[in-house]
């Protein structure tokens, strides 16, 4: 079973910066977008960013302009840029893969704290 191993994760003042990275343990064939997802205590799991295998990419209006979405086709890697973190970016944070027919994969989740 492929498994998504994710890493990056840490804690960070406000304001600070953090990297988190994805690649699969093995191959994942027929994808078709790449997302983060991220859960805070109590709240539910919410989409943060996507980008397709076209390209396209989405982020959540909360983290627009301080997050960027990245992948690395040879490396089949993708990585979430978070600048300017906030103390409600706290959350765990899960990598996802969508496939054809309908498949999915998550990663083990990577806990980000943001405080000082």
């Known amino acids: 079973q492929v498994q998504l191993v994710e890493s990056g994760g840490g804690l960070v003042q406000p304001g600070g910066s953090l990297r988190l990275s994805c690649a699969p343990s093995?191959?994942?064939?027929?994808?078709?977008?790449r997302n983060w997802y991220r859960q805070a205590p109590g709240k539910q799991r919410e989409l943060v960013a996507t980008?397709?295998?076209?390209?396209?990419?989405n982020y959540a209006d909360s983290v627009k302009g301080r997050f960027t979405i990245s992948r690395d086709l040879a490396k089949n890697t993708v990585y979430l840029q978070m600048n300017s973190l906030k103390p409600e970016d706290t959350a765990v944070y899960y990598c996802?893969?969508?496939?054809?027919?309908?498949?999915?994969?998550w990663g083990q989740g990577t806990q980000v704290t943001v405080s000082s």
């Open positions: 996802n893969v969508q496939t054809l027919p309908g498949s999915d994969y």
């Open positions: 093995g191959s994942i064939f027929g994808i078709t977008a």
């Open positions: 980008i397709t295998t076209g390209g396209r990419i």
